[in-house]
């Protein structure tokens, strides 16, 4: 689905695991570039081994870095996406810990926000694998929280479409 709006645009991956997201911009949305962060080392390796493995080796890079660090700086270098994807790790394992997970989420979102396209706008893929984030409230409690972010970050944000994992 995101491939499809990826021709000629610069793609963010955060939490870019084995770099599935980036990948794909690259192959079948023909983006202009993509850039790939993961926190952990072999992550990187795999993201960076399938891109060889696809025959790309320009245009794309994976960075091993905290990707709450790496938006940090690329906000003060006031660096700009198109489309970012955001696939964190599951951050509410329970209902216990949602309060403290709706907070990173939140504070994940309203950073990915300030960094899409301030003068044409753009395209964040928000994810959760957190089903305590996706079912309270009858569904709408991430989405409410992905709006307060957008508020938090001073941008408008619509919603295009609301999708859970594939079929295995």
Not at 13 to 22: E, I, K, P, T
Not at 89 to 106: F, Q, V
Not at 109 to 128: E, W
């Amino acid at each position: 689905m995101v491939a499809e709006l990826c021709r000629g645009k610069r793609v963010l991956d955060l939490c870019c695991y084995n770099g599935a997201f980036a990948l794909n911009a690259m192959i079948r949305g023909f983006a202009a570039s993509a850039i790939g962060v993961d926190s952990s080392q072999d992550a990187v390796d795999s993201a960076f081994a399938n891109a060889e493995l696809n025959g790309l080796d320009q245009d794309i890079s994976f960075v091993k870095d905290d990707i709450t660090a790496f938006m940090k700086r690329a906000i003060e270098a006031k660096d700009e996406y198109d489309i970012i994807v955001l696939d964190p790790p599951k951050l509410a394992p329970s209902l216990t810990s949602l309060d403290k997970a709706s907070r990173k989420y939140h504070a994940l979102n309203r950073d990915a926000m300030n960094l899409i396209n301030r003068d044409q706008g753009g395209l964040l893929l928000t994810c959760t694998c957190s089903a305590a984030m996706t079912q309270k409230d009858g569904g709408s409690y991430f989405l409410n929280m992905v709006n307060g972010a957008a508020l938090s970050a001073k941008r408008r944000a619509t919603l295009l479409r609301v999708s859970g994992a594939a079929a295995c």
